[in-house]
Nanobody, 122 residues
Framework: QVQLVESGGGLVQAGDSLRLSCAAS????????MGWFRQAPGKAREFVAT????????YYVDSVKGRFTISRDNAKNTVYLQMNSLKPEDTAVYYC???????????????WGQGTQVTVSS
């Protein structure tokens, strides 16, 4: 069992940066691939980024490539999402998730956080 708690969301202006954190409970954090997803009002949950167990491999949705960076610190049981050059279309609730597979499909992830709101004004 893994419990995930996101933090770091907020209201920013276009072009600003935010860093989201996701703290995991338990001693098995390093055995899970981690993902960040987001959901805007009226839209389906969307894959944003994923990182494998060691942190050596990452993958992003095209819309955030070059602006967002996912990383993890297995010693701190934490995964991060550094978001730069934010755009109004990045506005959403952001969720972190843990799963056995390094994959973009939400249903493949077993554990989810409660989400943190990111709002980008123009």
């Amino acid at each position: 069992q893994v419990q995930l708690v996101e933090s770091g969301g907020g209201l920013v202006q276009a072009g600003d940066s935010l860093r989201l954190s996701c703290a995991a409970s338990g001693r098995t954090f390093s055995r899970y691939a981690m993902g960040w997803f987001r959901q805007a009002p009226g839209k389906a949950r969307e894959f944003v980024a994923t990182i494998n167990r060691s942190g050596g491999s990452t993958y992003y949705v095209d819309s955030v490539k070059g602006r967002f960076t996912i990383s993890r610190d297995n010693a701190k049981n934490t995964v991060y999402l550094q978001m730069n050059s934010l755009k109004p279309e990045d506005t959403a609730v952001y969720y972190c998730a843990a799963g056995d597979q390094y994959i973009v499909i939400p249903s493949a992830y077993d554990y989810w956080g409660q989400g943190t709101q990111v709002t980008v004004s123009s």
